[in-house]
């Protein structure tokens, strides 16, 4: 997945440094909308993993208000 995305940035930044010549402002566009898939995978993931995070809490016996803490005093959450 990671590959997938790194390749999908360079091959963006290809096709923007292209269009750049002729309209600056479509490059710009491509740039917006690519930085905007990327974070929404990003956070698609991070809901997976923080799913699976409280499930451990859960059989751990652990509070989620704990790890709620944790998360915050990171800056995550």
Do not use: W
Request: hydrophobic share 60%; charged share 10%.
């Amino acid at each position: 997945m990671i590959v997938q995305i790194v390749l999908a940035g360079l091959v963006t930044a290809m096709l923007s440094i292209l269009v750049r010549q002729y309209r600056p402002e479509h490059a710009m566009g491509i740039s917006i909308v690519f930085g905007i898939a990327v974070f929404a995978l990003a956070a698609v993931k991070f809901t997976a993993i923080f799913q699976d995070l409280y499930q451990l809490l859960q059989t751990a016996g652990i509070r989620q208000d704990y790890f709620s803490m944790l998360i915050k005093a990171v800056g995550i959450g």
